[in-house]
Nanobody
């Protein structure tokens, strides 16, 4: 059974940092694209970042480039998202998701497996 469990969310002031973790089990990390998505109240699910170990690529949405860093510990099946210089507009529930070679990393409907989400709140 595939499981994704996020942690590390919380309340932080603007300009602060958080590190999200996603512990994965039930599949081979190296073979999958693992992404971070977020959903703010009243908005759709937005792709934030993705890492695909099988082709050694990372992806970021423009609004987080230079502030967020995605990484993975494949030996321990754990995904991370280091978030620096957080802004109030980063406030959302953050989800990790996994898919076997998605056609488009931004497409939420491509991902078969999802975690339960972790809340990130950035105060101004």
């Amino acid at each position: 059974e595939v499981q994704l469990v996020e942690s590390g969310g919380g309340l932080v002031q603007a300009g602060g940092s958080l590190r999200l973790s996603c512990a994965a089990s039930g599949f081979t990390f190296d073979d999958y694209a693992i992404g971070w998505f977020r959903q703010a109240p009243g908005k759709g699910r937005e792709a934030v970042s993705c890492i695909a170990s099988y082709d050694h690529r990372t992806y970021y949405t423009d609004s987080v480039k230079g502030r967020f860093t995605i990484s993975s510990d494949n030996a321990n099946n754990t995904l991370y998202l280091q978030m620096n210089n957080l802004k109030p507009e980063d406030t959302a529930v953050y989800y990790c998701a996994a898919d076997y070679h998605p056609l488009g990393w931004r497409r939420a409907d491509e991902y078969d497996y999802w975690g339960q989400g972790t809340q990130v709140t950035v105060s101004s």
